[in-house]
């Protein structure tokens, strides 16, 4: 059983994206000491901005009309088609960037989406397959915080990933991470250290779910 993990976090030192994953990934590894990770670093290592166009233009039933920035465009959906296509488990690792859906992020589905494996019409091949969503904030969103409604990311990656591929999805949510980094956030440190210690809490739950160990 193979692990699909994506991490789109622009940065490695002090992520906590990456922080909360590992925690999932290494509960996940417990049960599954041989299998292989399939690995995408798309903050670091980014999806072309210009393939997703090339790639929905591109006139699949005639491939020798294809321009050479189409074929590259279409391989690169091939493949990355196939490492969903192969994995059994998933696990997504997703800062929220001003407010929306992490530009990185939305190029990687959207080129997924131009194969017609994973295409919004298709039959949810993925169907049922157990994932994890980590999803990091700076700030914090809850009700009655004055940012409540502001996330624009989270929603649509669930929409995504439960409704158009129909994973049988868990989110750990871990905000204000940017408490101790900007100082005007200070009187916030003893309630974020509270919501770190929970969302490493169901990172560890959530690596189960992954492994199969819950039932549900
Ligand atoms: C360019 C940029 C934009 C950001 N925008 C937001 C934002 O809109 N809301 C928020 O709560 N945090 C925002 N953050 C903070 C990140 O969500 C936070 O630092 C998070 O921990 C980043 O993930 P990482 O720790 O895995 O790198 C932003 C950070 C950067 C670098």
């Known amino acids: 059983m193979s692990l699909f993990r994506l991490d789109a976090s622009i940065r490695t030192d002090?992520?906590?994206?990456?922080?909360?994953a590992d925690i999932v990934e290494e509960t996940w590894r417990e049960g599954h000491r041989d299998d292989q990770v399939i690995r995408r670093h798309i903050g670091l290592e980014p999806i072309p901005a210009t393939a997703w166009a090339n790639?929905?233009?591109?006139n699949r039933g005639d491939l020798a009309s294809l321009s050479r920035e189409q074929r590259e465009a279409l391989d690169l959906a091939t493949t990355l088609t196939d490492e969903l296509l192969?994995?059994?488990?998933?696990?997504?690792a997703v800062p929220?960037?001003?407010?929306?859906?992490?530009q990185h992020f939305k190029a990687w589905v959207d080129l997924v989406i131009t194969d017609p494996r994973l295409a919004n019409n298709a039959g949810q091949p993925l169907k049922g397959r157990p994932a994890v969503l980590v999803v990091v904030r700076g700030g914090a969103y809850g009700p009655g915080t004055p940012r409540e409604g502001w996330d624009h990311a989270a929603s649509w990656m669930r929409r995504i990933f439960e409704d158009v591929w129909g994973l049988d999805l868990r989110v750990v949510e871990s905000?204000?991470?940017?408490?101790?980094?900007n100082p005007a956030l200070d009187q916030f440190k003893e309630i974020a250290a509270e919501m770190r210690a929970e969302s490493e809490r169901l990172a560890g739950e959530h690596g189960r779910h992954l492994a199969g160990a819950l039932t549900h």
């Open 175 to 181: 905000e204000f991470t940017l408490v101790g980094v």
């Open 96 to 102: 929220l960037y001003n407010f929306g859906v992490s």
């Open 86 to 92: 192969e994995s059994e488990a998933f696990l997504f």
């Open 55 to 58: 790639a929905v233009f591109a």
């Open 14 to 20: 002090g992520s906590t994206s990456r922080a909360i």
